[in-house]
């Protein structure tokens, strides 16, 4: 089950392939502006792996932050109860 929703926009560049921006909205930050690159190795039998990241400094990059700081494990101290004296 996927959390996120994605919809692509596509912005013609130069030679290369054309850049690809996805908004993806996550429940818990909102909308995300990200990027994605296409990967292949060869003798990967056609292996493909797309790699989202978002534009340094911007809001995106911030909510990816945010992201992974709620999704980062607490220490041991945040995890056991206070002891009462």
Do not use: N, W
Request: overall charge negative.
């Amino acid at each position: 089950m996927s959390c996120l929703s994605y919809r692509s926009t596509s912005r013609p560049s130069g030679g290369s392939p054309p850049p690809c921006v996805r908004r993806a909205r996550h429940p818990q930050v909102g909308d995300l502006d990200l990027h994605s690159e296409k990967l292949t190795a060869d003798g990967t039998g056609g292996l493909t792996l797309v790699v989202f990241h978002a534009e340094p400094g911007s809001r995106s990059a911030e909510l990816l932050d945010i992201l992974g700081s709620l999704a980062a494990p607490r220490s041991d101290a945040a995890r056991a109860p206070a002891e009462e004296p």
